[in-house]
């Protein structure tokens, strides 16, 4: 049972032009929100996050939006730069019973390509 | 440079056999994760330590066991293995277990199983 999906494998864009890479989840017990960027033959590099209680969070050329009824998170960059051609995991935590641990869940990854 | 070191890079065993994968976290982090990432698969969290105690379990097998020593640094041992164990190994580390610490992880030791 996949709780975080990441239904589009792969995105190409423009130079300049935005990304929207999508996340959606199923369980509604998720209250923090992660996204890593991963280059190949490195390991993933935290990259924006939000609450639950958020529904934007911003950093630079990245925003995060969180639409908690449709339970699907989405990443923007703008303008989208070659250098952002990695893969994007999608991540959500959940507060694990007994109160005071959690676990990421992650998705299975979007390869962005941004052209030149 | 995340800081995070995890040793060997690479390694190559047979079906059957056992192995030692070994990480040291950042400088001053207290919480260690494993996670395993196969081929079209996401990064499945397999287990989490916290200042030597075990904090969180993903989906770990049985046969894979995982310990955080007093030094901080973790290892993570995989036994009986099988050719579905060929994956990525990535370590994570960080200040603490809530989420909002950023999880800083290593480069990952690539296990082939033959």
């Known amino acids: 049972d996949q709780q975080v999906k990441q239904n589009s494998p792969s995105l190409s864009v423009q130079e300049g032009r935005i990304s929207i890479l999508n996340c959606d989840y199923t369980?509604?017990?998720?209250?923090?929100f992660l996204w890593y960027k991963k280059y190949p033959a490195e390991g993933p590099t935290f990259l924006i996050s939000?609450?639950?209680?958020?529904d934007k969070n911003e950093d630079g050329r990245f925003t995060v939006f969180l639409n908690k009824s449709a339970k699907h998170l989405s990443l923007h960059i703008v303008p989208s730069q070659p250098g952002d051609s990695a893969v994007y995991f999608c991540?959500?935590?959940?507060?694990?019973?007994?109160?005071?641990?959690?676990?990421?869940?992650f998705g299975k990854g979007t390869l962005l390509t941004v052209n030149p | 440079d995340s800081g995070v070191t995890q040793t060997p890079k690479h390694l190559i065993t047979a079906t059957g056999q056992r192995v030692t994968l070994r990480c040291s976290p950042r400088?001053?982090?207290?919480?260690v994760y494993w996670y395993q990432q196969s081929l079209d698969q996401g990064l499945q969290f397999l287990i989490q330590?916290?200042?030597?105690?075990?904090?969180a379990k993903g989906n770990i097998l049985e046969r894979f066991s995982a310990q955080q020593f007093p030094d901080l640094h973790s290892e993570l041992n995989l036994s009986s293995l099988e050719l579905g164990d060929s994956a990525l190994y990535f370590c994570?580390?960080?200040?603490?277990?809530?989420?909002?610490?950023?999880?800083?992880f290593g480069p990952g030791t690539r296990l082939t199983v033959t």
């Open positions: 369980n509604s017990m998720f209250d923090y």
């Open positions: 400088s001053g982090d207290l919480s």
């Open positions: 994570a580390s960080s200040l603490g277990v809530n989420p909002s610490y950023e999880q800083y």
């Open positions: 330590y916290y200042n030597g105690e075990e904090r």
């Open positions: 991540a959500a935590s959940v507060l694990l019973s007994g109160g005071s641990n959690y676990k990421l869940t």
């Open positions: 939000i609450s639950s209680i958020k």
